[in-house]
């Protein structure tokens, strides 16, 4: 699976939204993009993923730039309970045995 | 509720024990897979079952053995060949060719 870049922490405030990048320019037409989050002595948990376009649910948006070397979380409105260790990943569509592979994160800290 | 139960939280052991680590799914997920952390890195993949009574190595399996009996169950022991095994232990499960994973919430392995 092809590697991705994340900053190594990034600050927000309490209620604002936050953009966390992600650089990923050797990936691959089938690579899709997920993202998880870790809170402090937890597993991770699934936050959301895509391939093409972009994709929002009830925790976060995923903004893939149009050549698909880049993408954005976008959290829409940070809370205390946000502040996590973030990690996008890439996984290829023919990857069978569906391994993810993690790097090391974007830690978010959150100010009141 | 479904999810995916890993015990004990906190694990101590003396040098030279053999140690394992439980991992239990409801979900009815075909794959399962057994990651480490250590302080302020990313998971490393020790190893990995797409199905029963099969598994496969991952990019840090000396000195750990795992078994896959049932659908539900993917248990890790942690031999006394391993150097260091002092670490946060994750459980993951995900459906074959599936995009999420479910993660367990860890067992802290300290070696004293």
């Known amino acids: 699976d092809a590697k991705t870049t994340q900053p190594n922490s990034m600050e927000s405030n309490e209620e604002e939204p936050v953009h966390l990048p992600c650089n990923h320019s050797?990936?691959?037409?089938?690579?899709?993009i997920h993202w998880y989050r870790q809170l402090p002595s937890q597993g991770p948990e699934y936050v959301i993923h895509?391939?093409?376009s972009n994709v929002n649910n009830r925790m976060a948006s995923l903004a893939i730039a149009e050549d698909r070397k880049s993408s954005t979380l976008i959290l829409h409105r940070a809370t205390l309970r946000d502040a996590a260790v973030y990690y996008c990943?890439?996984?290829?569509?023919?990857?069978?045995?569906?391994?993810?592979?993690f790097g090391g994160g974007t830690r978010l800290m959150v100010k009141p | 509720d479904g999810g995916i139960t890993q015990s004990p939280k906190y694990l101590f052991r003396k040098e030279g024990q053999n140690v394992t680590l439980s991992c239990e799914q409801n979900?009815?997920?075909?794959?399962m897979y057994w990651y480490r952390q250590d302080p302020g890195q990313g998971l490393r993949l020790i190893y990995y079952?797409?199905?029963?009574?099969?598994?496969q190595k991952g990019d840090i399996a000396e000195g750990y053995s795992v078994s896959r009996e049932k659908k539900e169950s993917f248990p890790l022991t942690v031999t006394s060949a391993q150097k260091n095994p002092t670490a946060f232990y994750l459980c993951?499960?995900?459906?074959?060719?599936?995009?999420?994973?479910?993660f367990g919430s860890g067992t802290r392995l300290t070696v004293v």
């Open positions: 993951a499960s995900s459906i074959y060719g599936g995009n999420g994973y479910t």
């Open positions: 050797t990936i691959s037409g089938t690579d899709y």
């Open positions: 895509g391939l093409t």
């Open positions: 990943i890439l996984r290829a569509s023919n990857n069978a045995g569906n391994m993810l592979t």
């Open positions: 979900l009815n997920h075909d794959a």
């Open positions: 079952s797409q199905i029963v009574n099969d598994f």
